[in-house]
């Protein structure tokens, strides 16, 4: 099935499922950064389930190839099915595919998609490829883009006992005083999420080093 058929189907099945009334609100909550049909998840998951009935990515560079052309699409449910697709055949990804996830966090960047990426595809990817592990991390937070930063610092939000605490504290603490909301909540999350496997851990952390108030918060939430 060509490119195009397989665009089609997926418009057509999101396009009947559009709620008009919702696509503003949509847009609002995402500060109008993006343009939306109006369709709902569960609406959105079912539309996916229409296209894979009909078709699914044979290999990896099918696998990719596709989700390149889902990312141009003006639509951001067109990027949420992207991601449904890439979390569906995560375990395809290997070290070489990196650069390809990377470029994905950094075009049409916003939370919704950089966390999913991060999470799913590119913290999958270093757990399963430990030797790389250091080097990219490091690569990360030292990276020039915002939202790469963050993908570093919460990279390892799956990992639990796994998680490596020298890269988590690395990728953490040149970003303490960054007035980015998005990296602020990240670095709360990051240590709240790992406050469930290590909870002495992330305190004895956020007594030694100064967070901002919000990343403090949100460390220590499930200590309220």
Do not use: C
Request: hydrophobic letters at 40%; charged letters at 30%.
């Amino acid at each position: 099935m060509e490119f195009t058929d397989q665009l089609n189907i997926l418009k057509v099945s999101l396009k009947k499922r559009a709620n008009t009334e919702k696509k503003p609100n949509m847009e609002k909550y995402m500060k109008n950064h993006f343009v939306y049909f109006g369709v709902s998840s569960p609406s959105r998951k079912l539309a996916e389930a229409e296209l894979y009935s009909k078709w699914k990515p044979m290999d990896r560079i099918e696998l990719k190839n596709w989700v390149k052309q889902l990312w141009n699409q003006e639509q951001r449910e067109f990027q949420y099915v992207a991601l449904e697709i890439l979390g569906k055949r995560k375990k395809w990804l290997l070290v070489e595919d990196l650069p390809f996830i990377e470029e994905l966090i950094i075009t049409k960047s916003w939370w919704d998609t950089v966390d999913m990426l991060a999470g799913k595809n590119l913290g999958e990817i270093i757990h399963n490829n430990p030797q790389i592990m250091e080097q990219k991390i490091h690569e990360y937070t030292a990276h020039e883009n915002m939202w790469i930063n963050r993908s570093a610092i919460i990279s390892q939000l799956g990992f639990k006992s796994d998680t490596n605490v020298e890269l988590l504290e690395f990728s953490i603490l040149p970003h303490t005083e960054s007035k980015e909301f998005f990296i602020q909540k990240s670095i709360g999350w990051a240590l709240r999420q790992y406050a469930k496997t290590n909870p002495n851990w992330v305190l004895d952390f956020v007594e030694k080093y100064p967070l901002k108030p919000l990343s403090k918060r949100e460390a220590l939430k499930h200590f309220n």
